[in-house]
């Protein structure tokens, strides 16, 4: 097995163990009928980030590497196109996705009783909408790195 061969091992691997989980974190807390089962669910939610955000930085490391062994992919528009998304993927954590999740957790740890107040709702469906975008680029980055359709 060559370096290349191997960075692209790692690389397939860091996609689906990286990505994947990221597709559900979603689903996770909407399932959720009382504040314990909420705060529950963000504390599953907040471990399979670590993958998330693990298996994002392989991705970007191989992915890089792989296009200076083989500088070609660098005029490649499939390649260009699909880092240039991931790297906008990226940013949305700390710059969107950040910024309205914070409300949601300070509301988890203030908030007392069983009942999820109708104040989670409305800041979650703000959150989620945002988090719905990034999902829809990584699989754009997953289709554009399956087909390399130009």
């Keep these: 097995m060559t370096f290349y ?3 692209v091992f790692i690389h397939v691997f860091s996609a689906i163990l990286g990505l994947g989980p990221g597709f559900v974190l979603i689903y996770i807390v909407t399932k959720a009928t009382t504040m314990t089962e909420l ?13 998330v955000m693990v298996g994002g930085t392989l991705l970007l490391v191989t992915g890089l590497w792989m296009g200076l ?24 954590g700390p710059t969107v996705l950040s910024p309205r999740s914070r409300p949601v957790k300070a509301l ?8 999820i107040p ?9 959150l ?3 988090e719905r975008i990034e999902n829809i680029i990584f699989l754009i980055v997953i289709a554009l790195m399956i087909t390399k359709p130009f």
Excluded: M
Aim: charged share 20%; proline share 0%; hydrophobic share 45%.
């Design 39 to 51: 705060k529950h669910a963000y504390i599953i939610r907040n471990r399979l980030h670590i993958f």
């Design 69 to 92: 062994i083989n500088t070609y992919l660098f005029e490649q528009g499939w390649y260009v196109t699909s880092l240039i998304l991931f790297l906008i993927g990226l940013g949305f």
């Design 128 to 130: 989620f909408f945002y």
């Design 108 to 115: 988890l740890q203030e908030h007392k009783g069983e009942e």
């Design 118 to 126: 109708a104040e989670y709702y409305s800041l979650s469906r703000k």
């Design 5 to 7: 061969e191997v960075l």
